[in-house]
């Protein structure tokens, strides 16, 4: 039976610790997002965590791929009541990574719930392709209207008066989804 979806969400990390667990490049990786988001990041070996510390992250990462380090990741993270994310173990985890794509301050997440990343690492490929600079110039753009609208028309009475501005701003812009499957899928 295939497992439940995740429900996805964004969590606000701004000044909250977490813990990268491993030194390979994932977590290298993973570490500099959790700090763009403003997350406080602590570094750490499978073998340097101790049990009495653990507790005190919001959030804990590993990227070791070792059953008996996740199995006593996933016994703390119930208890101590962390989020806890442990790569390529859905199961042992409270969170799936999403795929971000991104583009200035847009950020557009994909996931499949820890069934089929590489799904989700296409989707966020072809997203980023498409979320170009003229893009980002656009979105930048409404940003400013927004920020303008905001000056001009401040009451609360004015707020509908915002809100169409915003919409006529954005009346003719679109989006165009496809998708394309293997030969072998198409064939069974």
């Known amino acids: 039976m295939p497992r439940k979806p995740f429900y996805p969400l964004a969590l606000n ?3 909250r ?9 994932e ?3 993973k570490s500099a997002v959790l700090e763009e988001c403003g997350a406080i990041v602590e570094r750490a070996t499978g073998a340097s965590v101790t049990d009495e510390t653990i507790g005190e992250f919001f959030f804990v990462l590993s ?4 059953e008996v380090l996740t199995a006593r990741l996933h016994a703390l993270s119930e208890s101590r009541r962390f989020l806890l994310w442990c790569v390529d173990r ?4 409270s969170i799936s990574m999403m795929s971000i794509a991104r583009s200035g301050p847009v950020r557009i997440a994909a996931s499949t719930s820890g069934a089929a990343p590489a799904v989700s690492k296409t989707f966020r490929k072809a997203l980023e392709g498409a ?12 940003s400013a209207l ?16 915002r809100v169409d501005a915003m919409l006529e701003a954005s009346r003719n812009f679109g989006i165009s989804v496809s998708f394309r499957y293997p030969e072998w899928f198409e064939r069974s």
């Open 131 to 142: 979320m170009d600079a003229k893009f980002a110039r656009f979105v930048d753009h409404l």
């Open 13 to 15: 990390l701004e000044g």
């Open 17 to 25: 610790r977490c813990l990268m667990i491993g030194d390979d490049r």
């Open 63 to 66: 990227t070791i791929k070792d």
């Open 90 to 93: 859905p199961a042992s985890s």
């Open 146 to 161: 927004r920020e303008r609208l905001r000056e001009t028309k401040p009451a609360r009475s004015q707020t509908h008066e």
């Open 27 to 29: 977590a290298s990786e």
